[in-house]
C-alpha cells in the first residue's frame, strides 16, 4: 500500500492540507492560522460536520468559534482547549467576555486580564475594547457545546451555575440591542451607490451587478450572493410589457440558505434592469461556469474564485463612500432590510414581499412593514 502523501509534512503542514480538502466551506483567507491553532481531532471533527451535510454557513461560523476558543485558552490557561471543558474554564470564559466596564475602570483585574486580550488583538481575534456581546458568547458556547457533543463527550454547558453567571453578567451590564445594519439600504439610497458604477470597467460591472441582484432578487444575504453560481441560473421567457419591449427574466435557484436546507428548490426571479446588467457582467468577464461574482486582479484579471461574503459587505462601504453617505451607516445586511422597507414604502403586500426575500418569520417580516407605516402614519404627525 503506499505511503500516506503527507507522512513527509509538519503537523501544520498536514493539518493545512486537511483544511484544503474542506476549503469551500471555511473562512478562505485563514487556512494557515487555523492549521496553526486547531489539532488534529478538531479538524476530523470539522470534516465530520462535512461529510454529514451541514450547511456552509453554520460550519464557517463553528469553525471561526472554535479558532477564537483555541487562541483564547491557549492565552488565558497557556494550554490547548481541554475536552471536555471543566466547568471552571466554561465560568473563566463568561468573566472574561462579559464584564463591567464601569467596575473595570476602577478594578484593573475585572474581566478579561491586560495580557490575554493583548495576544487575543495581536492575532486579529478580538478588535473592540469593550466587552462582548451577550449573543456572541451565548453562540460560541453554543457552538463549544455542539463540537463536545460531535465528540461524544458531556459538558457543562448546561449547569445551573453557568446559566446563572451568564445571566447575571447580562443583568448587570444592560446593553442596547443595535440593529445588523443602522439604515436600510432602501431605494433612494440603491439609486446613489449604482450611481458610482457608471463605467464599463470590470469592477463597475460587477458591483453594478452584486447591488442589483442582491437587492432585487428580495434582498439575498451576503454568503448567498457570495456563493452564487452559474448553475443556479435559469433564463424565463421575458415578461410582455404593453407598447413596450418584454422585459428578460432570470429565476435564481438559491439551493441551501440560512433558513432551508435545500430539499425544497426556492426559486426567486429577477426582471429587466437586473438581469441585465449581470448578462454584461458575466460577459464581460467572460463567465460560463462556476461562480458567477469573483475576484479582480490588478491587471483587470478575473479570478477563477468566488468573492468571500466579507468581500460583498465590503463593496457596499466602498460604494457607499463613493456616493458621499455615512460609511458606518450601511452594511450588506442593510439590503435586505432596505429591500422590505423599500416593498412597504410602495404598498407592496407582505405576503407578496415575503416570496421574493424567503423570509420564514411574519413576525420578523413584518416589523419593517410596521416600521414604515409608522413613520409614515398619521400618528407619527400630530403637528
Known sequence: ??????????????????????????????????????????????????????????????????????????????????????????????????????????????????????????????????????????????????????????????????????RLAVRAVPRKRSRKSAKAVTGDILAKLLATCSTDSLRDLRDLAILMVAFASGGRRRSEIAGLRKEQLTIEPPIPIENGTPLPSLAIHLGRTKTSSGEQDDVVYLTGRPVEALNAWMAAAKIDSGSVFRGIGRWNTVSKRALDPQSINAILKQRAEKAGLEVGEFSAHGLRSGYLTEAANRGIPLPEAMEQSRHRSVQQASNYYNNATRRSGRAARML
Request: glycine content about 4%; proline content about 7%.
Open 1 to 166: 500500500m503506499a505511503a500516506p502523501r503527507s507522512a513527509s509534512l509538519s503537523g501544520v503542514e498536514r493539518r493545512a492540507v486537511e483544511l484544503d480538502t474542506i476549503a469551500s466551506v471555511l473562512p478562505i483567507d485563514r487556512r494557515d492560522e487555523l492549521a496553526e491553532l486547531l489539532t488534529d481531532t478538531d479538524i476530523e471533527t470539522l470534516r465530520h460536520l462535512v461529510n454529514e451535510g451541514m450547511g456552509a454557513n453554520t460550519l464557517r461560523a463553528i469553525t471561526s468559534d472554535l479558532a477564537y476558543l483555541e487562541a483564547w485558552a491557549l492565552a488565558a490557561t497557556k494550554r490547548s482547549l481541554p475536552w471536555p471543558a471543566p466547568e471552571a474554564l466554561l465560568l473563566k470564559f463568561v468573566a472574561q467576555h462579559l464584564w463591567d466596564p464601569q467596575k473595570r475602570a476602577t478594578d484593573p483585574d475585572h474581566g478579561m486580564p491586560a495580557d490575554v486580550a493583548d495576544n487575543l488583538r495581536s492575532q486579529n481575534f478580538l478588535k473592540s475594547s469593550g466587552p462582548h456581546a451577550p449573543a456572541t458568547v451565548r453562540r460560541r458556547l453554543a457552538n463549544w457545546s455542539t463540537l463536545t457533543k460531535w465528540r461524544g463527550l458531556d459538558g457543562a454547558f448546561a449547569s445551573p451555575p453557568l446559566k446563572s453567571a451568564i
